[in-house]
């Protein structure tokens, strides 16, 4: 849910940076859909998705990362934030906070944030 003036870049704790790459978000036990990653920050990432999860859905971001030395295979933990149909993107644009990710997933950023 949107207050009423604000975005959710004015919402977010860290920056973030475009990345352009497929992801797979996994929902529950196995429901899988792919999408494609717009942003990516410490705190979380936005991806476009043809499916239109509901905010609060908890769910499993998978991804090659791009890093200094190679691509680095990222999974975290994440909650959908905000959904916003982006025709424009072709899609649901799906706002993702990381929830408890671990070192070695905020050291991958931090690598690919460096690049």
Known sequence: MSLPGASA??????????????VLLVVGDNQR??????D???GGMGVVSDW??????DL???LGLP?????CQMVVRAR???????????????????????AGTLSAI?????R
């Open 9 to 22: 870049e004015n919402r977010r704790t860290t920056d973030r940076f475009p990345l352009r790459t497929k």
């Open 33 to 38: 859909m792919e999408g494609r990653t717009l």
């Open 40 to 42: 990516i920050g410490k």
């Open 52 to 57: 239109n999860l509901p905010f609060g859905t």
């Open 60 to 62: 499993v971001v998978r």
């Open 67 to 71: 890093t200094r030395t190679g691509a």
């Open 80 to 102: 959908v934030v905000n959904v916003t149909l982006a025709g424009s993107v072709g899609g649901f644009r799906l706002g993702l906070q990381f929830v408890n990710a671990d």
């Open 110 to 114: 931090d690598q690919f944030l460096q």
